[in-house]
Every structure is written in C-alpha cells, then in structure tokens.
T-cell receptor, first 117, second 115 residues
Framework: AQTVTQSQPEMSVQEAETVTLSCTYD???????LFWYKQPPSRQMILVIR??????QNATENRFSVNFQKAAKSFSLKISDSQLGDAAMYFC??????????????FGKGTKLSVKP | DSGVTQTPKHLITATGQRVTLRCSPR?????VYWYQQSLDQGLQFLIQ???????AKGNILERFSAQQFPDLHSELNLSSLELGDSALYFC??????????????FGPGTRLTVL
C-alpha cells in the first residue's frame, strides 16, 4: 500500500521569504500523480499544484513550485515571496494512475505553515 | 469557490443517532469522493461513486453508507453514531473515475459533532 509522509508538523517563514515543505512517499507503482493541497483556517481544501510522475519537469504555479525526485520518492513544495495568506495546513497527496478503483487520494499528516509579518 | 457544495455546514447530534450529509459535485463531474478528516486519523478516503455506481471503498465503517443519485448528487449516511465519528467530512468531485489527469476539487466540508 502507498504511504505519504510529511516529516515537518510545523514550519515558520518570514513574510517575503522562501520556505520549502517536505514530502516523501512510498509506492511500487511507476505511474502516479502527486498533489499539494492547502487548508487555511476556513478548512476549505484548495489545490495548490499537481505533478505527473512521468514528467521530469517540475511543476510551477506562480509562487509555488515543486522539487520532484522520483528515484528518491520525494516531492517538496517551495513557496517563494511568502505572503500572510499562505498561512495554512499543507497536505501532500498521492494518487495512482490506474483509474477506477485507484482514483482516491492518499494524504500525509500535513504541515502547519505560519507566516510572520 | 470550487463549485462543489455540501450541506449542512455544521451538524450536532447525539450518540446513537443517524445523519445524512449531502454533496453536489461541480457541473460536469461524474465522480464523487467522500473523505473524513479527524485529529487522530488525519484525512482518510471513505468511498467513491462514479456515475451512480460505487467505484472504490476505503476505510469506511459498516455503519456508514453512501449513494449517488441520477442527478449525480451524493449522500453519505452515518448511523449509530459514536463520539469518535466527530470529524470534518469532505466531498470531492472529479470529471472521470480517476484516470489520467483527473483532479479532485473539494467542497467546504460538513463539521459533524457527536455529543
């Protein structure tokens, strides 16, 4: 079974600076998708970024980028120019690429990010 | 706003009772997923429906059941409630059954408190 591990329960960053959140996963599959979701105090789960395992190029969405290391099974999220609105729980998630019954997400325990003004 | 709606936002009930949580997926999405978020278990997948049929089951208790109706909205039924069922229940929807580039979008959740 696949597992997702986020080893940093809490992180803190100064406004305008850069922070990296770590995520590792365990799988025997070769095709899969990885996601970062953000959960602000409102509790809404918001998709931040997605990475296809077959793509070597790291995904980027504005100030958010990932460092995907497939061999190391590592998927870290880098937030540049941190803003107060980035303060939230961040969840790393895994999804198989076999469709159908494997379509659900497997989540890590989350990292709580605080942004200091 | 993800386009996924869930009702009610909050639900307070007593042990032993039964409740129904409702979810309407984004327009055009055929899959609905239910997840439970609790302090001790984190975010866990419960069950998936695709175009009216059950597609996958996760860590769903026998006291819990779900269905997806012809208009694609879904309901999660929780019965014989226990204190430990208190959690945030999310519904997510996606276009397909989970293939390829499918992405799940989450609703705002239903906060269930069992007293």
């Amino acid at each position: 079974a696949q597992t997702v591990t986020q080893s940093q329960p809490e992180m803190s960053v100064q406004e305008a600076e850069t922070v990296t959140l770590s995520c590792t996963y365990d799988t025997s599959e070769s095709d899969y998708y990885l996601f970062w979701y953000k959960q602000p105090p409102s509790r809404q789960m918001i998709l931040v970024i997605r990475q296809e395992a077959y793509k070597q190029q790291n995904a980027t969405e504005n100030r958010f980028s990932v460092n995907f290391q497939k061999a190391a099974k590592s998927f870290s999220l880098k937030i540049s120019d941190s803003q107060l609105g980035d303060a939230a729980m961040y969840f790393c998630a895994y999804r198989s690429d076999y469709g159908g019954s494997q379509g659900n997400l497997i989540f890590g325990k989350g990292t709580k990010l605080s942004v200091k003004p | 706003d993800s386009g996924v709606t869930q009702t009610p936002k909050h639900l307070i009930t007593a042990t032993g009772q039964r409740v129904t949580l409702r979810c309407s997926p984004r327009s055009g999405d055929l899959s609905v997923y239910w997840y439970q978020q609790s302090l001790d278990q984190g975010l866990q997948f419960l069950i998936q429906y695709y175009n009216g049929e059950e597609r996958a089951k996760g860590n769903i208790l026998e006291r819990f059941s779900a269905q997806q109706f012809p208009d694609l909205h879904s309901e999660l039924n929780l019965s014989s409630l226990e204190l430990g069922d208190s959690a945030l229940y999310f519904c997510a929807s996606s276009q397909t059954s989970g293939e390829s580039t499918d992405t799940q979008y989450f609703g705002p959740g239903t906060r269930l408190t069992v007293l």
